[in-house]
């Protein structure tokens, strides 16, 4: 259990596929010095191609090793300050961060002549390693002994700041770090701490104030120049973006914020980056930033906020009630969640009770419904709710045939999000009804473009495309002269008579002012009201909307159906098909 690294009694250990044993520390060095020369990773002790860099801890690889190394007989890293303290290698983290262990090295000098100042620097030092490795609650216990043994050096508190950070006790760190500048003012480190601190809690102008005064009071100190020149243009991006955030610039407040968040990695700036998102109606971006804010801190009420808010504008309102509960929970006094969550209520009630008003076809009921959540106020217009209930009220609007405003709240939806099928389907509808059959076949082909294999869609464009073609085809009533109720007999009669009147003969010499080609088309025109209005089935089909070329593909579509059946086309068959066809046409009728 020697790492073959650095000599010593693994710290950490992982073990390599080779099976050999390494310190965390070490191995992650040599890893990665070794991918800077080479493009693959070798075992630090037999050099053989390993597969990936990454390698698993001794303890969850091979559990027997790791009793085994638990085992083993150690004394305690402060031996040489006086500590008598012998035990099992497992043990040696329990003795160091114990509370109770080191006090009679306390004030006295050891047996080997150690001072009490050295003993707190052999604390220090293991607060180090663990600090390396990773265990930040372990070094923090290690230089609070350190402290409790030398309260007055700074360097102690600024290391115990930086544990602190490390583990989101922002407070605790700002309270180490001002003690380390107090008992050394000149500790770089804790000046640059404490102000990410401050940041991190979103105290940016504090921030600024404090590396302000450090620099005219340290003009020599290089590095805390830099850390000032930084801070200014953080204050002035924090400046900036929060102005265009109260003018409702979110696209240039986004800018700012982001550049603050990419700058010093603080969950603040985070946070702000999140609300400008929300604000934009970008809430997929900012539901996924406050859930890796929650997984870090789980008592973190502001990203509960955001996230309660960023989930009712993406229209998921049992969830942003659930969170905004829990950010009351973790803070009862927090405004913004009291809001948002009074808000969310409104706007959940109103939506399901629209809904339920809907199904029992009391429309105008659900029109109030929906805009009373529409009214609710600070929906972003780019979010996925507002579209939503625009919609659901351009449905009801629809239904009690208030076309215009129908279109309206349409329009409305679809500025929101241009993806919303359900606000295209329903423009579609109030469209056909408005006899603007033309622009809503149009829209509903492009629609089609998107959603290629859906029914709906695919359904309102025939619609529209049958429409469209009802108004173009030839009104044959008209072209004979016959009522839409006439008899078969009453419309070969009034044929006759058109087709006696019309007959090319009797204009070829051109003494009735109209010319043998005018009547040519004209009579042929003639024949083809009699084709169809003399047929029993092409009238039916006729009469439902369909015009020539209509008819001729249902009757094609009827025959081939038969022929793929393999039966005999009769007329009793053709009868049955013709009916059956009509009755699955079925049309959506908005206004039934």
Known sequence: FLCPICSQLVEVPVITPCTHV????????????????????????????????????????????????????????????????????????????????????????????????????????QGNQKFEIGSFREAIKLYSKAIALEPTVGAFYGNRAAAWLRVGAVDECISDSRRAIELDPGHTKSHVRLCKAMCEKGDILGAHRHMEEAAQRLPDNEEIQREYAKHVTLQMAFQEGSQAFADGNMQRALECYEALAQETGAASFQLLVARALVAMGNCDRAIGMTLRMIKSNESNADAYAVRGQA???????????????????????????????????????????????????????????????????????????????????????????????????????????DDCKEAWVCRAAALIATKRHEEALKEMTSLQQMFEHDTLVKHWKDKADFE??????????????????????????????????????????????????????????????????????????????????????????????????????????????????????GEIDFNS
């Open 468 to 585: 469209l073609r009802k108004t173009k085809r030839t009104d044959y009533y008209a072209v004979l002269c016959c009522s839409t109720v006439a008899t078969e007999g009453e419309v070969k009669n009034a044929y006759k008579a058109r087709a006696l009147e019309w007959h090319p003969d009797r204009h070829s010499g051109g003494d009735t002012g109209v010319t043998r080609e005018e009547a040519e088309q004209r009579f042929k025109m003639i024949g083809e009201a009699l084709e169809v209005l003399g047929d029993e089935k092409k009238r039916k089909l006729y009469d439902e909307g369909y015009d020539k070329e209509g008819i001729e593909e249902k009757i094609r579509e009827g025959q081939e159906a038969i022929t793929g059946m393999g039966m005999g086309i009769t007329e009793t068959l053709i009868d049955h098909l013709f009916n059956r066809q009509t009755l699955m046409r």
């Open 311 to 417: 989930l009712l504008f993406n229209g998921d309102m049992d969830q942003s009630v659930k969170h905004l509960r829990e950010a009351l929970r973790l803070d009862p006094d927090h405004s913004e969640a009291q809001k948002a969550h009074k808000k969310a209520k409104v706007v959940t009630d109103s939506f399901g009770k629209g809904k339920d008003a809907v199904m029992q076809r009391h429309f105008l009921e659900a029109v109030e419904l929906f805009s009373k959540a529409i009214d609710v106020g600070g929906i972003p217009p780019k979010s996925a709710l507002i579209t939503q209930l625009y919609s659901e009220r351009a449905n009801s609007y629809l239904r009690l045939g208030e076309h215009d405003k129908c279109l309206a709240d349409c329009q409305s939806a679809l500025e929101g999000r």
């Open 22 to 125: 390494f310190c965390r520390n070490c191995y992650c060095e040599w890893v990665q010095q070794q991918q800077q020369d080479e493009q693959t990773t070798r075992c630090p002790k037999c050099n053989i191609n390993l597969q990936s860099a990454a390698v698993p801890e001794l303890q969850r690889a091979n559990p027997l090793a790791w009793r085994l190394l638990c085992r083993v007989q150690v004394r305690c890293p402060l031996t040489d300050k006086g500590c008598t303290w012998k035990g099992d290698y497992g043990e040696v983290s329990s003795h160091l961060v114990n509370s109770d262990t080191h006090h009679s090295l306390q004030g006295t000098q050891s047996s080997t002549g150690a001072s009490q100042r050295d003993t707190a620097e052999a604390l220090k030092q």
